[in-house]
Structures are given as C-alpha cells and as structure tokens.
C-alpha cells in the first residue's frame, strides 16, 4: 500500500522567505504526484501536477520537483506572503492496479508565513 | 461556476441516527469520490465511482452506503452513525487528472 508523508508538519516562517516543503512517498511506480492547498474551512484546490514522466512544474511562484525513483518531491514557494498560509498536501496517484484514479494523500505541512 | 457542491455544511448527529450527505459536480465528470479528513490522519477514501451506476469501496467503506444517483450526483449515507464517524467528508470529482473538491460537510456525532 503507498504510503504519503509530507515533512515538517508545520512551519512558521516571516514574509518574504523562500521555503521547501517535502514530501516522500513508498511505492515509486506512481501515475502522478499533486499537490494541493487547503485553506481553513475550505475544500482542497490543486496547484501542481506532476506527471510520472516529468521531473518539475512551475506556477507563478511555486515549484515543485519529482525524483520519482527516491521516491521524493518538493514545493518551492518563492518569497513567501502571508496569503500563502494554508495547509499544503501531497497526494500521489498510483501506477499500477486499478484505482480508478484514486489518490493517496500525505497529512499535510500546516505553513503560516507572518508579516 | 459552482463546480462541485456538497450539502449540508454542517450537521450534529445522534448515535444510532441516520443522513445521507450530498454532493453535485456540474462538469460533466464522470468520476466520483468521497473521502474523509481527520486530525492527524489525512484524507482517506471512503468509496468511489467511475461512472454512473457504478461504485467501489475504497480504503474506509465500513459504515457507510453510497449511491451514483446519476452523472452530477453522489450520496453518502451513515445508516447508524457512530462517533468514530465524527470527520470532514469531502466530496470530489474528476475529469482526466485534476480532482475537484467541493468544500466539505463537517459531521460530529455525540
């Protein structure tokens, strides 16, 4: 069974700082890899998706990385604001078996950026 | 420009009561899901659906029924609801890669 974690759990960090957020996951033969952002009292929406062929994405000021075969990805976020505080989640999608799409998602970093 | 909507927001329940949770997509998706958040767990799958009259249990289905009534909707019942059932579910849908989530029904049981 995959297996999402997402490191650290939480990070507290001022305006105007560069971060990493990691997530590791068990099972390298993945479909895709996702991350998501969930603000509180909110649903999830999706920033970047990896796919298993392709080793980064970039939007606007996040980035995020694939190495698929250490089973490991990042999101960078570039000078950091403090609308960027929300929960960040890694969900990977499986490559093999049917699973009809299903994903399996890392607990979260929970960042809050201060001004 | 609603995409995916569920209802209600909120409920309290009673052990041993019953509610079905609802959910609407209005993409014209053909993949359904409904998952579960609790603290320090993450997000789990409760079941999906692939298509119209179809549904698969996914990794936490004890406890719960659902049903693809048509394309835009599907609904998730609690027949007896027990406090471990106590959560956020979160409804989601899916076109070809990017799943959509709708903004959650948070649900305690007492």
């Known amino acids: 069974k995959q297996e999402v974690t997402q490191i650290p759990a939480a990070l507290s960090v001022p305006e105007g700082e560069n971060l990493v957020l990691n997530c590791s996951f068990t099972d390298s033969a993945i479909y895709n890899l996702q991350w998501f952002r969930q603000d509180p009292g909110k649903g999830l929406t999706s920033l970047l998706l990896i796919q298993s062929s392709q080793r980064e994405q970039t939007s606007g000021r996040l980035n995020a990385s694939l190495d698929k075969s250490s089973g490991r990805s990042t999101l960078y976020i570039a000078a950091s604001q403090p609308g960027d505080s929300a929960t960040y989640l890694c969900?990977?999608?499986?490559?093999?078996?049917?699973?009809?799409?299903?994903?399996?998602f890392g607990r979260g970093t929970q960042l809050t950026v201060w001004p | 420009n609603a995409g995916v909507t569920q209802t209600p927001k909120f409920q309290v329940l009673k052990t041993g009561q019953s509610m079905t949770l609802q959910c609407a997509q209005d993409m014209n998706h053909n993949s359904m899901y409904w998952y579960r958040q609790d603290p320090g767990m993450g997000l789990r799958l409760i079941y999906y659906s692939a298509s119209e009259g179809t549904t698969d249990k996914g990794e936490v289905p004890n406890g719960y029924n659902v049903s693809r009534l048509n394309k835009r909707e599907f609904s998730l019942r609690l027949e007896s609801a027990a406090p471990s059932q106590t959560s956020v579910y979160f409804c989601a849908s899916r076109a070809s890669v990017t799943l959509h989530f709708g903004n959650g029904t948070r649900l305690t049981v007492t």
């Open positions: 969900a990977v999608r499986p490559g093999r078996g049917s699973t009809l799409g299903r994903l399996y």
